[in-house]
């Protein structure tokens, strides 16, 4: 038998066991809602298909509003209705209130000083409090209003400009500037791009890219075992992706 086909044999055999395991210890210690029943180590991620919200939509008739999904090796409750999410955000708000943060969000651990992704705790809550403050008030809002006031008509003037020349007008590259130029405005009271320039912005890009690196699908996030055996992670954060 060739070496490398006992070898993967061997690692399937063992990883079909420790699912087995894993499903007799953990048998009646949590109470999760129906769902379909997960195959060995891949759990439902075979449900999913190329469009994970169609397929989530058709298992829901099936299973209720509540149902939960083993992705890998991660339980994950999918909740499909509006009504019961609202109930559910309202009485288990503080349950909710965290986001996942992807593996690829996680190289050289910016993602725990962000408010977008840490957990609902003592920092979470100082960095909200600051941000609340100093920024976000309605008294801070209102006395920059005139500078949104501003690049609102700076981007009505220019799409009115390009209309009459009949210049073709690229609406994603001057919203992104409009909007990125408002936050500016609001932070250091200085525009970062200039709205009436054909030149791209490469924070657009840079942010286009994280996006689209964030959205790939990772092995990792379903199988977090996996991450010991990254390379370089300990050292030098790489990740998988």
Known sequence: MDYYTLVFGSILVLAILCNIIAKICSKGSKKVPPGPSPWPIIGNLHLLGAKPHISLANLAKNYGPIMSLKLGQITTIVISSSTIAKQVLKTQDQAFSSR??????????HYKFSVAWLPVCPQWRTLRRILNTNLLSSNKLDANQHLR???VKELIAYCDKCSKQGEALDIGQVVFKTSLNLLSNT???KDLADPFSDSKVELKEVIWGITAEVG?????DFFPILEIYTPYTKYTYMKWS
């Open 187 to 189: 932070l250091f009271s």
């Open 100 to 109: 996942f943060a992807p593996n690829a969000l996680q190289a050289h651990n």
């Open 216 to 220: 790939k699908p990772n092995l990792v």
């Open 149 to 151: 006031s501003q690049k």
